[in-house]
């Protein structure tokens, strides 16, 4: 047998077989397999070298497309006309100037890196010689005046405002470690004692409110989801509180309640004739009902929040043996976080809002901001520290304060998820955020002298005016806009008070990491989230002066527009089994002149008119988007290497959101 033969052999007896390899035919064998593979290997490279060369078409046709939508945008002047008396307001004017000046200043900078003018010239030249010689002394003139006048005024601006960066960089620290001191400890809020699933009266009698206006796409998955909670029937009653002003809205809302009361839920439909205070005011109307007297607590559920079924029985035991609960709040899920870029954006903002915020903050304290919305209070609380008021678009927060500023303490529950949706346009997320703004700014000026006189210790007092108002609420949005959209590009025209690398990398970065956390699938998303919550600064900081200061602004509430996605498969099969039958059922129990009416509005319901959806043109982060690139392009010329790339992708980022690129993109 040759050296290099191999023997295969099988255990049976019978069936036994020799294979013998000599060396010439393994080498033939070896040859043909490197063969085959340098085949592969080409193949490879062929399909690679394939994809790339379609990835350029790709982007191509993108860009192309990019360009046609944005030309179609600036064409179209309706899409501007919200927006006209909005950007006559002082902020909008302050960047008009800022920008031209900026323009004007790039030029005679460009004139002098390229003539070389030198700082001596000043003392040797005379002005009436030639134009030319004129605006070099001119140049060097503002040279000496802006190192001797300016750049100090600039630096202690900046200074302050680098400052309380480095405060509220510090306090979302200190929430991160106290996050992790929770996570390391395992420690979560627990129940002393649940309630007897046998015996139906020692549950307590909850009411379940749904606030709804004109919200068509949401109304039947919400008020479902409210049906189907674990909790005896005879202990329960659903509030549907409809504010719309659609006609047939309201008899849509109303059937869908009928459908279900006649299937032994004990739910109600309220509208309110004279619709004031908004969502502050439908809640007060409801509570006025003299049946509320019999509850104990009541949950609140906006008309996009789906609960589980649970939910009741994961949260009501927490108020068990603990009279002083006033509030057990729990998280927000959403179902379309990965619907596209700003909702991804958003869900790492959130996450961090309720994952360390909310958990830090509730277990500390006992104290943090009801999220308005998947939250359970207890009636008395509610009573006690004067219900529900109009005064501010923060209706949730400031029934929050004025309770805890009673005494009551809140539990947060971290694991208990209640599924709803985040805005998909960057219209409905602007409007959102303005609202979520300028009402804390309210709040803080009318809840000021309360908090002085309240009777709660010092260290409580002092948390809600330095921490809760004021770093998070009025400090957060002043310093991102003054320091990043407006020192950091007046800097490139006076170099003297430049900006140090690391309050423009590195602690803005270490901070964004730590931000993003709690979704640790958003990390390739890292850089945008950073660049766009730099974007959202202009949006924050002119809603925080619209409630400081009362400008009219202040009090518009725009409902955040939803899109209707369902979050359950159990949902979809739901309504796609229950849809058909519900409406035969409705149209044959009312056969009547009224129920024929209603037949031919369900008829006409199939085909509403609805008003075009468009993409916009905002001009405000437009003008932003070129001040930050004619400071980039300032900044080029003295090869800042650092401030120039910030400021180029930043201006991006504004170009980006201005043109209305992010978000939802109606064809």
Known sequence: MAPSSVIVTIDKSSNISLVELN??????????????????????????????????PWVAMGFSRTLISVKKRIALPDNNRDEVQYKERLIYRFIRVFLAISIAALFVEFIAYYQKWDLNFIHEFNP???????????????????????????????????????????????????????????????????????DAESFPMVLVQIPMCNEREVYQQSIASACQLDWPKDRILIQVLDDSS????????????????????????????????????NLH????????????????????????????????????????????????????????????LQNINLCFHFEVEQQVNG???????FNGTAGVWRIKALEESGGWLERTTVEDMDIAVRAHLNGWKFVYLNDVKVLCELPESYEAYKKQQHRWHSGPMQLFRLCLPAILKSKISKWKKANLIFLFFLLRKLILPFYSFTLFCVILPLTMFIPEAELPIWVICYVPVTMSILNILPAPKAFPFLMPYLLFENTMSVTKFNAMVSGLFQLGSAYEWVVTKKTGRSSESDLLAFAERESKSFNEDKIQRRLSESGLEMLGKLKEQEAPVEPKKKNRIYRKELALAFLLLTAATRSLLSAHGIHFYFLLFQGLSFLVVGLDLIGEQVA
Request: include cysteine; charged fraction near 20%.
């Open 23 to 56: 060396d010439s035919d393994t080498s033939v064998f070896l040859e043909k397999q490197k063969t085959a593979s340098t085949k592969q290997f080409s193949w490879t490279l062929l399909l690679k070298a394939h994809r790339i060369l379609c990835f350029f």
């Open 128 to 198: 009436t010689t030639n134009v030319m010689g004129l605006l070099h002394w001119s140049y060097m003139g503002w040279i000496s005046f802006r190192a001797e006048y300016v750049a100090p005024a600039i630096m202690m601006l900046s200074q302050f405002c680098v400052v309380l960066f480095m405060i509220q960089s510090l306090d979302r620290f200190i929430l991160g470690i106290g996050c992790f001191w929770i996570k390391f400890k395992k420690i979560k809020p627990t129940i002393d004692d649940s309630y007897d699933v046998e």
């Open 246 to 281: 659609d006609e047939l809205l309201q008899m849509l809302i109303r059937n869908e309640v009928n459908a279900w009361r006649e299937k032994g839920v004990n739910i109600i439909y309220r509208h309110r004739f004279i619709r004031t205070g908004y969502k502050a005011g």
């Open 285 to 344: 109307s409801a509570m006025s009902c003299d049946y509320v007297k019999d509850y104990e607590f009541v949950a609140i559920l906006d008309a996009d929040f789906q609960p589980n079924p649970d939910f009741l029985q994961l949260t009501v035991p927490h108020f068990k043996g603990k009279p002083d609960v006033g509030l057990v709040q729990a998280r927000w899920s959403f179902v379309n976080k990965d619907e596209n870029l700003l909702t991804r």
């Open 363 to 369: 277990h500390f304290l006992s104290f943090f901001g």
